[in-house]
């Protein structure tokens, strides 16, 4: 059974820095797309940053320049560095992954979700 299993959220002062990992766990013939996606309270979930198997790169406006998203394709691993964190950032963060397990059709992965809240 093919999981996304995220870590490193918690909470920080505004100005600091987190850094998320999301490892994919279970057999899969490849991964694609990954990317992080956040969702505020009362608010629709976002798109936050994609990174491609070639490492193409795209970012929300409001992290960019800000945030930093790469991937590890031999462990199975993207991560989401944040620096200069701010107030609205606070969110639950979820990891997506377009990838094409051994068992089933190729589709989009979420992760559980990793709470980060930025306040002082």
């Known amino acids: 059974q093919v999981q996304l299993v995220e870590s490193g959220g918690g909470l920080v002062q505004p100005g600091g820095s987190l850094r998320l990992s999301c490892t994919v766990s279970?057999?899969?013939?490849?991964?694609?797309?990954m990317g992080w996606y956040r969702q505020a309270p009362g608010k629709q979930r976002e798109l936050v940053a994609t990174?491609?198997?070639?490492?193409?790169?795209t970012y929300a406006g409001s992290v960019k320049g800000r945030f930093t998203i790469s991937r590890d394709n031999i462990k199975k691993t993207v991560y989401l560095q944040m620096n200069i964190l701010k107030p609205e950032d606070t969110a639950v963060y979820y990891c997506?992954?377009?990838?094409?397990?051994?068992?089933?059709?190729?589709?989009?992965?979420w992760g559980q979700g990793t709470q980060v809240t930025v306040a002082s």
């Open positions: 997506n992954a377009d990838l094409w397990p051994v068992v089933g059709s190729r589709r989009d992965y």
């Open positions: 279970g057999s899969i013939f490849g991964i694609y797309g």
């Open positions: 990174i491609t198997t070639g490492g193409s790169t």
